[in-house]
């Protein structure tokens, strides 16, 4: 599985911006993808989680109202519509996959990232 | 909404024990993940379920959970392990992170 990351880039506070994530290879049939991310130098940040048949979407209440997370599993894609964007959502974005073993679950493939700037 | 602490650094000699905690309040009775993240990547899981190595890790990492504390260890450390450690478990079907140890070998 390889997971990439696209849309990122500058945009200018309150705009809206949608960023993409592509499945190279089986990895987008997995029960839950998540989006996670990382002011660079400083913690993850946990964003958004969607299910296998989109019926259950859950957000950071930092996000929640202006973020929105579906995926097409035809297409091997998730993808993430961020409007009323702030300079706090500056940050690196990453798209997960979650894996479950058992009664234990953690994520097990990560993008290598697309850097979203909310600037004036 | 649940919190976890780390240090923020932790050094250690070339060959010597790590140790990096992660604390959060009944943090073992939840499932502790652990995850390492090098300059310019993205984190990569080393531990899961408080002491599972996924396939590939090296034995030298090793985890614990008991009480507040969840404890990585890393044994005989070399330096391509320098990087940034992040304990992680779940709160109501979210993600939660700790703030990250940076890890600096020297």
């Known amino acids: 599985g390889h997971l990439v990351e696209s849309g990122g880039g500058l945009v200018r506070p309150g705009g809206s911006l949608r960023l993409s994530c592509a499945d190279s290879g089986f990895t987008l049939t997995a029960e839950w993808m998540h989006w996670v991310r990382q002011v660079p130098g400083k913690t993850l940040v946990w964003v958004s989680r969607?299910?296998?048949?989109?019926?259950?979407?859950t957000y950071a209440d930092s996000v929640k109202g202006r973020f929105t997370i579906s995926r097409d599993n035809a297409r091997r894609t998730v993808d993430l519509q961020m409007s009323s964007l702030t300079v706090d959502d500056t940050a690196v974005y990453y798209c997960v996959r979650e894996y479950c073993s058992g009664a234990s679950c953690y994520f097990d493939l990560w993008g290598q990232g697309t850097l979203v700037t909310v600037s004036s | 909404s649940y919190e976890l602490t780390q240090p923020p650094s932790v050094s250690v000699s070339p060959g010597q024990t790590a140790t990096i905690t992660c604390s959060g309040e009944?943090?073992?009775?939840?499932?502790t993940n652990w995850y390492q993240q090098k300059t310019g990547q993205p984190p990569m899981v080393i531990i899961y379920?408080?002491?599972v190595r996924p396939s590939g890790i090296p034995a030298r990492f090793s985890a614990s959970s008991f009480g507040n504390t969840a404890t990585l260890t890393i044994a005989g450390t070399p330096p391509t392990d320098e990087a940034i450690y992040f304990c992680?478990?779940?709160?109501?079907?979210?993600?939660?992170f700790g703030g990250g140890t940076k890890l600096t070998v020297l």
């Open positions: 969607i299910n296998v048949d989109e019926t259950t979407r």
């Open positions: 009944r943090l073992g009775y939840r499932f």
């Open positions: 379920e408080d002491g």
């Open positions: 992680q478990v779940w709160d109501s079907s979210t993600a939660v």
